[in-house]
């Protein structure tokens, strides 16, 4: 973390954007983001009108997912070890490559998605390893008083990314077909790196060590041995894995609250402006006294807001509590990260970024087939009742669980 000059801390958005680092690592993340949300779109698109078969969209979900979990330890070891600037441009690059072969392939006509579907194996391990590098390069590009508007700008534009992208991609590809919208997510990855080029982050000065199992598991004992840590990643974890109602929107549109893809649409985009406006909000006016209980309170709000949107029969009613509960789990997400980041030495922070990354992407995969199984048991109103309910005693019982987490006032200060 960047030392500063003693006297007032400086917060806002003012202050973040002066540091130019962090701005170009900023503007490259979010063309990044953008331009995967337009790629995940158009590919599940293309997919599904080559074969008309759902089973293909999961192994498409699939092909990511995996590669990310078999690799990401062995990618916080990387990050931890070798210069993280130079890990996420290795990384951007071979994410271009691959939406330039998906243009390709687009352009060629194809027969069969299992082309598509090994450059996604290959897009996956890419963000494998540049996901632990981004997480804990950020802290490099700031300094401590204003990390958490770092924070929550980042988060802010991840939350446009993931509102804008899928929007983009689905309306070009409309209007133009698959190449074009590979054509444009590869421009904007190569805009992203050009961007990336413009940080200067502090090299490693330590040799690069041989890997070993202990040094790539090293960050799941790390966080086993950290109350805090533990606490914070695995309240987040079963907190989305129980509260997946995202998950059933389609069914939730169609049999409860009887609208179209529009309103489907509305629908999903609904968390992410509430996350969004959230994260804007704490640019300015971040967490700085009271982090735990924030936390907690965050998750609350997000078990009763799934509660409430499982009782609902009203659209309009539906789409406020999932804007709350966007907000709530910003809220959450917020505290988890500059914990995490503040918490860990930064010759760590790859490897515990790694873990970190793993939970909450299985999390969010797994939570999607808990509710899935859930609403086939139960019904989908119930299953998303039941799991509100589940998250408030994932709530009650971390707060007695881990106290040093409750009592956590300032970050850095447990």
């Given at each position: 973390?960047?030392?500063?000059?003693?006297?007032?801390?400086?917060?806002?958005?003012?202050?973040?954007?002066?540091?130019?680092?962090?701005?170009?690592?900023?503007?490259?993340?979010?063309?990044?983001a953008?331009?995967?949300?337009?790629?995940t779109?158009?590919?599940?698109?293309?997919v599904?009108?080559?074969?008309?078969?759902?089973?293909?969209?999961?192994?498409?979900?699939?092909?990511q997912?995996?590669?990310?979990?078999?690799?990401?330890?062995?990618?916080?070891?990387?990050?931890?070890?070798?210069?993280?600037?130079?890990?996420?441009?290795?990384?951007?690059?071979?994410?271009?490559?691959c939406?330039?072969?998906?243009?390709?392939?687009?352009v060629?006509?194809?027969?069969s998605?299992?082309p598509?579907?090994?450059?996604?194996?290959a897009?996956?391990?890419?963000?494998?390893?540049?996901?632990?590098?981004?997480?804990?390069?950020?802290?490099?590009?700031?300094?401590?008083?204003?990390?958490?508007?770092?924070?929550?700008?980042?988060?802010?534009?991840?939350?446009?990314?993931?509102?804008?992208?899928?929007?983009?991609?689905?309306v070009?590809?409309?209007?133009?077909?698959?190449?074009?919208?590979f054509?444009?997510?590869?421009?904007?990855?190569?805009?992203?790196?050009?961007c990336?080029?413009?940080?200067?982050?502090?090299?490693?000065?330590?040799?690069?060590?041989?890997?070993?199992?202990?040094?790539?598991?090293?960050?799941?004992?790390?966080?086993?041995?950290?109350?805090?840590?533990?606490?914070?990643?695995?309240m987040?974890?079963?907190?989305?894995?129980?509260?997946?109602a995202?998950?059933?929107?389609?069914?939730?549109?169609?049999?409860?609250?009887?609208?179209?893809?529009v309103?489907?649409?509305?629908?999903?985009?609904?968390?992410?402006?509430?996350?969004?406006?959230?994260?804007?909000?704490?640019?300015?006016?971040?967490?700085?006294?009271?982090?735990?209980?924030?936390?907690?309170?965050?998750?609350?709000?997000?078990?009763?807001?799934?509660?409430?949107?499982?009782?609902?029969?009203n659209?309009?009613?539906?789409?406020?509590?999932?804007?709350?509960?966007?907000?709530?789990?910003?809220?959450?997400?917020?505290?988890?990260?500059?914990?995490?980041?503040?918490?860990?030495?930064?010759?760590?922070?790859?490897?515990?970024?790694?873990?970190?990354?793993?939970?909450?992407?299985?999390?969010?995969?797994?939570?999607?087939?808990?509710?899935?199984?859930?609403?086939?048991?139960?019904g989908?109103?119930?299953?998303?009742?039941?799991?509100?309910?589940a998250?408030?005693?994932?709530?009650?019982?971390?707060?007695?669980?881990?106290?040093?987490?409750?009592?956590?006032?300032?970050?850095?200060s447990?």
């Amino acid at each position: 973390m960047r030392a500063v000059p003693d006297g007032p801390a400086a917060g806002g958005l003012r202050s973040v954007l002066r540091e130019r680092s962090f701005t170009w690592f900023l503007l490259a993340r979010f063309a990044a983001a953008v331009a995967v949300q337009m790629q995940t779109v158009s590919v599940g698109v293309q997919v599904y009108a080559l074969t008309r078969n759902p089973l293909d969209l999961g192994l498409l979900g699939l092909s990511q997912f995996l590669p990310f979990v078999a690799f990401v330890l062995i990618a916080g070891h990387v990050a931890d070890r070798f210069n993280r600037k130079t890990i996420i441009l290795l990384c951007l690059a071979v994410m271009l490559l691959c939406a330039a072969a998906l243009a390709t392939f687009a352009v060629l006509g194809l027969r069969s998605p299992a082309p598509v579907l090994g450059v996604m194996i290959a897009f996956g391990i890419a963000r494998a390893f540049m996901a632990p590098a981004s997480n804990a390069i950020m802290p490099n590009l700031v300094p401590t008083p204003i990390f958490g508007s770092a924070v929550a700008l980042n988060s802010s534009a991840w939350q446009v990314a993931t509102i804008a992208g899928p929007a983009l991609g689905g309306v070009l590809y409309a209007a133009t077909g698959a190449a074009v919208v590979f054509e444009v997510v590869a421009l904007m990855l190569g805009l992203a790196v050009a961007c990336l080029a413009g940080v200067r982050a502090p090299p490693k000065h330590s040799a690069p060590e041989a890997a070993s199992w202990q040094s790539v598991i090293e960050g799941l004992r790390f966080v086993w041995r950290r109350e805090l840590i533990l606490g914070a990643i695995s309240m987040d974890l079963f907190a989305v894995l129980f509260g997946g109602a995202t998950a059933l929107l389609p069914a939730i549109a169609a049999e409860v609250l009887h609208v179209g893809v529009v309103g489907i649409g509305w629908l999903r985009a609904a968390p992410g402006v509430g996350a969004a406006l959230t994260a804007v909000w704490l640019t300015s006016r971040p967490i700085s006294r009271h982090a735990g209980r924030a936390m907690f309170i965050g998750v609350v709000v997000f078990g009763i807001a799934t509660i409430v949107f499982g009782l609902s029969r009203n659209f309009w009613l539906s789409l406020g509590v999932l804007a709350v509960l966007g907000a709530a789990d910003m809220v959450s997400v917020f505290v988890r990260h500059i914990l995490v980041q503040l918490e860990t030495p930064d010759a760590m922070r790859g490897r515990v970024g790694a873990v970190n990354s793993m939970f909450i992407g299985a999390s969010n995969e797994l939570g999607e087939f808990e509710s899935g199984v859930t609403a086939a048991w139960w019904g989908v109103r119930p299953a998303i009742v039941i799991g509100g309910l589940a998250t408030l005693g994932v709530a009650g019982l971390w707060v007695r669980w881990f106290p040093a987490l409750r009592r956590l006032d300032r970050f850095g200060s447990p």
